[in-house]
């Protein structure tokens, strides 16, 4: 069998860890296998550059962030190939230029266009383990370009799929997908098998334990993912094209986004065309907008609100102020959170909906505004009842059961 094995920064935190994986790395190739290892970088490191950058400058360059991010992968990837070639293996470290990666060129949150598996199959077919720095690659004119934050999940199931793999096993420091974070709802279930759309929910509305991108590509190239912990053994969670059995489960989800931060508009001019103009002024600047409401008109205006993610308030807080009229008044709130309820089934079933809202109010927590899918619910409440919101939902829809 080809597996593709991708262990993240938790997995491979300290010298002792890289040990234990290139232990884990030595018992699949034992077993006769072969073996791409992608990893991630130190547990820390990555943030760690990011402040160094931050010393210097509050908006780096990308060009140069790339070339300094990328350096943490490729510190795990070699010690990795060190240790396993002390403990007698045949393994050979790749950067992601040479693993073939190739990218567009958006820098720090680069798109993988095409894979050249040349090097790899030559390595694989010397009988080394392919050890690959993951969260990286080149775009056309040979400059280094990273994958966006979690991006080494994304280098695996690119691998894996350009491989044709057999497998594709992600490694991290929980045993599988939960119900929801297992960090703030202890009672989180572990799922054997969850959807290639329901786990694309869950990482787009914040369950960090798979980057979005990677399970939306999973979906495209039908890479099976497994989720798995590489502190124990345990079959882990199958991320799969979902079947009959998936879809008699109701709700399988919730996850909580605290990187949200909601913007309100008041006395808009409503003229058609209005809203075009507002949301085209912020996607010029490459703001990713989520919710959004407008409230019924009222003497020739309107209320309208939308979140962003927090970390882009300040670019929004600008594009608005740059409309001299139309817009009355805006006033912007970060204490705001998203919490989401996901689960195929909604698909066929009622009342759904109503259940989560029931449950928050009864806990007197507020809802701030509410968009739904044919998948999802999410809804926008203050931050501080973000966790007790999980807590309460992972309650009302019998999660843990
Ligand atoms: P890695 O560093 O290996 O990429 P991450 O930290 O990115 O791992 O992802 C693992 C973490 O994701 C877990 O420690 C857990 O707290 C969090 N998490 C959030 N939602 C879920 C969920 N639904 N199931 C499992 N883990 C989750
Ligand atoms: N090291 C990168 C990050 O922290 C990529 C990854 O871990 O997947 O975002
Ligand atoms: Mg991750």
Redesign the pocket.
């Known amino acids: 069998m080809l597996i593709v094995q991708k262990y ?2 938790t997995s491979v935190g300290s010298l002792e860890r890289i040990e234990n994986v290139a232990r884990r790395v030595a018992k699949a190739r034992d077993e006769g296998n072969d073996l791409v290892v992608v990893v ?2 130190m547990s820390g ?3 760690k550059l990011i402040e160094y950058a931050h010393h210097f400058s509050k908006t780096p360059s990308k060009r140069e962030m790339d070339i300094l ?1 990328s350096s ?2 490729r510190v795990t990837a070699s010690l990795l190939a060190i240790a396993l070639q002390e403990m007698g293996y045949g393994a050979v470290a790749l950067t992601g230029r040479q693993a073939g990666i190739r990218t567009d060129s958006t820098h720090t949150y680069a798109r993988i266009e095409s894979i050249d598996t040349t090097a790899i199959r030559r390595e694989l077919d010397k009988g080394n383990i392919v050890i690959v720095a ?2 990286q690659g080149i775009n056309e004119k040979g400059e280094v370009t990273t994958l966006g ?5 994304l280098s695996a199931v690119a691998l894996a799929g350009a491989l044709h793999a057999d497998a594709c096993e992600i490694y991290s420091d929980v045993d599988g997908i939960y119900t929801t974070d297992p960090r703030i709802e202890p009672k989180a279930r572990k799922l054997d098998s969850i959807s290639y759309d329901e786990m694309l929910e869950l990482s787009s509305l914040g369950a960090k334990v798979l ?1 979005n991108r990677s399970v939306e590509l999973a979906k495209k190239m039908g890479v099976k993912i497994i989720a798995k912990s590489s502190f124990d053994e345990g079959p882990g969670t199958i991320i799969a094209e979902e079947d009959e059995k998936m879809e008699e489960v109701l709700v399988s989800g919730i996850a909580l986004d605290k990187n949200q931060a909601r913007v309100s508009l008041r006395d808009v001019t409503d003229r058609p065309g209005i809203a075009a103009e507002i949301f085209k002024r912020l996607a010029d600047e490459q703001i990713n907008v989520d919710m959004i409401i407008q409230n019924a008109s009222k003497e020739g205006t309107t209320n309208l609100g939308f979140t962003v993610p927090q970390s882009e308030l300040e670019v929004a807080k600008r594009a608005i102020e740059s409309f001299d009229h139309d817009i009355g008044s805006a006033d912007y709130d970060e204490n705001v959170c998203k919490v989401s309820v996901v689960g195929v089934g909604m698909k066929s079933h009622s009342g759904i909906a109503a259940k989560a809202f029931e449950a928050l109010a009864e806990n007197n927590i507020n809802i701030e505004m509410i968009s739904t899918s044919e998948i999802k619910i999410s809804m926008i409440i203050d931050e501080k009842y973000g966790e007790l919101a999980v807590r309460v939902l992972h309650e009302a829809y019998e999660l843990d059961k």
Do not use: C, I, M
């Not at 934050?149 to 999940?153: A, K, L, P, W």
């Open positions: 993240g920064g991630s970088a490191e990555t943030n991010l943490g992968e993951g969260f934050r979690g991006g080494s999940d980057q």
